[in-house]
C-alpha cells in the first residue's frame, strides 16, 4: 500500500501526559498538512510542510503542540501536557507541490484524553 | 479566517431520491474549490473544480462551480445506501492549503 500511513490508529491518554503522532505520506509528495477533526466538524487546519520547512501553523495551535519533518519525508506531531479538549482525530494529509492540488489523507490518529 | 459553509448540515433521504448539497466560501486568495466524501475513516477526493460553469461528473455524482456567486453544488442521483457519508467541501489557497467546511452528513435509508 503507498498512501498516507499514520501511526497510532488510537491513543487513549491520561490528561498531563504527552503523546507523539507519525504520518508517513506518499513517497512523491513534498507537500504534509496536519489536520485535526473533531465529531460533527470538519478538519482543521493545524501545520503543514513543504519539504522538511514547516511553512505555516495555525494560530489555533497552542504551544504545547509542535510539528516536525525533519527530513522531508516522514513527520510527528507532539502534543505536550494534553487536556481534555485535545481529544479529537489527528489526520495527516500529503502533496505534491506540481500536482493538481489534491490532499491525500491518511486514516487518522484517534485520541482520546482522560 | 476564511470561511467555507456547507447546507444543509445534514440530510435523510431514501435509496433513488436525488439530493444537493452547498458549499458557500469566501473569496481571498482562491484556488480551487474541492469536495470530499467521509465514511468512517479518511475524506477520499470527490472532484477538484476551478473553473465557473464547467460541470465534472463521476457516475451519479456531479458538481459545478460558481465564482460570481462564490459557491459550489454536489449532486447525487438515484442515491444508494453505499451514498451515506458526510461530504466535506473545501477552499483550497494558493498554497494548496484547504480550509474545509462543516460537512453536510448524508443517509439514505433503504
Known amino acids: 500500500d503507498t498512501g498516507v500511513s499514520q501511526d497510532p490508529r488510537h491513543k487513549i491518554t491520561k490528561r498531563g501526559q504527552n503523546v507523539t503522532f507519525r504520518c508517513d505520506p506518499i513517497?512523491?509528495?513534498?507537500?504534509l498538512y496536519w489536520y485535526r477533526q473533531t465529531l460533527g466538524q470538519g478538519p482543521e487546519f493545524l501545520t503543514y510542510?513543504?519539504?522538511?520547512?514547516?511553512?505555516?501553523k495555525s494560530r489555533l495551535l497552542s504551544d504545547r503542540f509542535s510539528a516536525e519533518r525533519p527530513k522531508g519525508s516522514f513527520s510527528t506531531l507532539e502534543i505536550q501536557r494534553t487536556e481534555q479538549g485535545d481529544s479529537a482525530m489527528y489526520l495527516c494529509?500529503?502533496?505534491?507541490?506540481?500536482?493538481?492540488?489534491?490532499?491525500?489523507f491518511g486514516e487518522g490518529s484517534r485520541l482520546t484524553v482522560l | 479566517e476564511d470561511k467555507v459553509v456547507q447546507s444543509p448540515l445534514s440530510l435523510v433521504v431514501h435509496e433513488g431520491d436525488t439530493v444537493t448539497l452547498n458549499c458557500s466560501y469566501e473569496?481571498?486568495?482562491?484556488?480551487?474549490l474541492l469536495w470530499y466524501k467521509q465514511e468512517k475513516k479518511a475524506p477520499t477526493f470527490l472532484f477538484m473544480l476551478t473553473s465557473s460553469g464547467i460541470e465534472k461528473k463521476s457516475g451519479r455524482l456531479s458538481s459545478i462551480l460558481d465564482k460570481k456567486e462564490l459557491f459550489s453544488i454536489l449532486n447525487i442521483t438515484a442515491t444508494q445506501t453505499g451514498d451515506s457519508a458526510i461530504y466535506l467541501c473545501?477552499?483550497?489557497?494558493?498554497?494548496?492549503?484547504?480550509?474545509f467546511g462543516q460537512g453536510t452528513e448524508l443517509s439514505v435509508k433503504p
Open positions: 513517497s512523491e509528495h513534498n507537500r
Open positions: 473545501a477552499r483550497a489557497n494558493q498554497g494548496g492549503k484547504l480550509i
Open positions: 494529509a500529503s502533496s505534491s507541490a506540481a500536482g493538481t492540488g489534491e490532499l491525500f
Open positions: 473569496v481571498t486568495n482562491f484556488r480551487s
Open positions: 510542510f513543504q519539504n522538511e520547512a514547516q511553512l505555516e
